[in-house]
């Protein structure tokens, strides 16, 4: 019989390899949650309008720092929104000198703000051939965008027309299939070269459709790509702790202001920033797997990226919290993932240097 259910798990700063922090107001809201736990964060482009060129990222970046100057350590990975016009050489610029950290594939109109995405990826090869020769990596947001498929096939979808087809064309091209819900993507990504990896969000190791869906429609668990059938689910989880190093942390974290989730027509996105570590370490403690968690949190992200891990600590200890029913004020009040739940974790900080 267990004694105590007191546990700390002490491991290596974790990094979040996919956050969209906004703008603005909302920025400088949310942008604490990410940069109080995560050493890195990936910072996704769909702004309005997107980020497209070095000088915007640039901008951007600083905007993040101010919002997060009270953990200086934090550090905004910027990345490149990717446009049918949008040219090789400024991206190769932007990789060069260290402004981009990857470009972004958005098919068009796939998710928010992508209208300005990729029509027609074949018209962007070019612009890919050349983050195939600088080994710039391509995010991608991996959904085929059509009438005739499905919401819950487009990801199926789009591995077999748009990415296979891809990675047989330019073998060397790095890629992160973002969020991946399935089974298939699971699949596709272990059966890969080492240039392929992949981010598992924590809702998409807690939730599936059911839970979006049943006992009442409930608006903050839907996101895109949208949260799949039980099977997937725990596809997703076996990845996860697999040991497999080619999957990693991204929470996908996505803000959007109560009203605007809570409405006919209701955005996609979950704000999860504000308990990430918790409710990963909930999954591993729950799959007997938390010797495998911080793999999958603070050291396969940085072996694909190419860059160091942290050097810092984090501390978590299983003890119950409960999650608040909102974070933030006004007309940017948002509803937290989990909110008013009570879960297993707590994060306690980081270790100072
Ligand atoms: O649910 C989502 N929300 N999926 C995305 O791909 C975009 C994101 C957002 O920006 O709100
Ligand atoms: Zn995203």
Redesign the pocket.
Known sequence: METSRVLTQLLTQPDDWHV?LRDGAMLRQVAKYTARQFGRAII?P?LTPPVTTVAAATAYRERILAATHDYPDFQPLMTAYLTDNIGGIELKTGYDEGVFTAAKL?PMN?????AAGVSDIKAIYPVLEVMQQIGMPLLV?GEIVSQDVDIFDREAAFIETILAPLLLNMPDLRVVF??ITTRDAVDFVTAGGSNIAATITLHHLQINRSDMLTGGIKPHL????VAKREIHRQALRKAAISGNHRFFLGT?T???AIEDKESACG????FSASHALENYAQVFDEENALDKFEAFASLNGPAFYRLPVNIRQIRLVRTEQQIPQTIGSGELSISPYRAGETIAWQFQGVTPT
């Open positions: 969209h996704m769909n958005y796939a998710t928010t703000n992508s947001h973002e969020h839907y996101c895109l790509p996908d996505a803000p959007h955005c996609a996105g979950i």
